[in-house]
């Protein structure tokens, strides 16, 4: 008897799931890297305090670097890629409307442009290409400071992030993240590292990301684009703020938030749409 093709939606739901699962899979990788160079940087063990882009350019330069840049970039495109499809349909938020809703697009939109650009260096990079300079942060804000109200844009951007930060925090302490994870798949073990790195990393993380909303809040106060951080320059930043012990356990947090996108991208309810 002749076999049944999947109707469309339903081959079309099986692929949004892998793209964010390769997605998740993805952003564990780099995160948990992250956290190890900190972690080996804190006791001036031969890491570095870097970034997502940071990270690509090290592993440039490693044995079999280029074919890890190039499964990485394809990683990074799949996330864009699902999040892009959620700026069309937002799956997660069948219900919202309105400004909740624009809000919602805006923020995947904001996202396919993040993991889009770091899937283009990727690939930049497995081909031999340069990557970006790091003052191309200062740059772009200068170039915005430049325009009419651009000051202002610059002050919002930096009160969204901070806003976001504090909104990652409160999910780590109060685990909102655990409704996201099928939690009824994992073994009693496994929801309690789950919860555990979910915990942590988000905190972690929460505190690098209110760090780049400081920063830029005092570069549009101050008018200079000179202030704004990235992630890496944020994280050097904790570094030279704390003690080697606490910096630790902050590079502890960026690699179980590696963990935790692993747990997402194993255990993770992917919203399709279907």
Same mark, same amino acid.
């Not at 909303?213 to 005092?218: D, K």
């Given at each position: 008897?002749?076999?049944?093709?999947?109707?469309?939606?339903? %081959?079309s739901s099986?692929w949004i799931d892998?793209f964010?699962r390769?997605g998740y899979?993805t952003?564990g990788i780099i995160y %948990?890297l992250?956290?190890?160079?900190a972690?080996?940087a804190?006791?001036?063990a031969g890491?570095q305090?870097?970034?997502?882009?940071g990270v690509?350019t090290?592993?440039a330069?490693?044995?079999?670097?280029?074919?890890?840049?190039?499964?990485?970039?394809?990683?990074f $495109?799949?996330?864009a890629?699902w999040r892009l499809?959620?700026? !069309?349909k937002d799956?997660?938020h069948?219900?919202?409307?309105g400004?909740e809703? !624009?809000? @919602?697009?805006?923020?995947?939109?904001?996202?396919?442009g =993040?993991?889009?650009?770091l899937?283009?260096t $990727?690939?930049?990079?497995?081909?031999g290409s340069?990557?970006?300079s790091?003052?191309s942060?200062?740059d772009s804000?200068?170039r915005?400071?430049?325009?009419?109200?651009?000051?202002w844009?610059?002050?919002?951007g930096?009160?969204?992030?901070?806003?976001?930060?504090f909104?990652?925090?409160?999910?780590?302490?109060?685990a909102?993240?655990?409704?996201?994870l099928k939690?009824q798949e994992?073994s009693?073990d496994?929801r309690? &590292?789950?919860?555990?790195v979910?915990?942590?990393g988000l905190i972690?993380?929460?505190i690098?990301?209110s760090?780049i909303? =400081?920063?830029?809040?005092?570069a549009?106060?101050?008018?200079?684009? %000179?202030r704004i951080?990235d992630?890496?320059?944020a994280?050097?930043?904790?570094?030279? &703020?704390a003690?080697? &012990?606490?910096f630790?356990?902050?590079?502890?947090?960026l690699?179980a938030y590696g963990? @935790?996108?692993?747990?997402?991208?194993?255990y993770g309810?992917?919203?399709?749409?279907?």
């Open positions: 008897m002749p076999q049944l093709a999947s109707p469309p939606n339903v %081959s099986k892998t964010a390769l899979a952003k %948990s992250i956290g190890l160079l972690l080996l804190a006791f001036q890491g305090t870097t970034d997502s882009q690509l090290t592993l330069g490693q044995p079999f670097g280029k074919f890890m840049l190039f499964l990485i970039g394809i990683g $495109a799949c996330y890629l499809i959620e700026v !069309v799956p997660e069948p219900n919202s409307s400004a809703s !624009v809000f @919602h697009r805006l923020s995947y939109l904001v996202k396919v =993040i993991y889009g650009g899937a283009f $990727a690939f930049k990079l497995a081909m340069g990557g970006e790091g003052s942060s200062q804000v200068a915005i400071m430049a325009l009419p109200l651009g000051r844009l610059i002050a919002l930096g009160a969204i992030v901070l806003g976001g930060a909104y990652e925090m409160y999910r780590g302490f109060k909102k993240f655990r409704g996201k939690l994992m009693a496994e309690t &590292w789950a919860t555990r979910g915990r942590l972690a993380r929460s690098v990301f760090l909303g =400081i920063f830029a809040l005092q549009a106060y101050y008018t200079n684009p %000179s951080q992630p890496g320059e994280l050097q930043t904790l570094q030279q &703020w003690n080697p &012990w606490v630790a356990v902050m590079a502890l947090g690699l963990i @935790h996108m692993f747990f997402m991208a194993r309810r992917i919203a399709t749409g279907q």
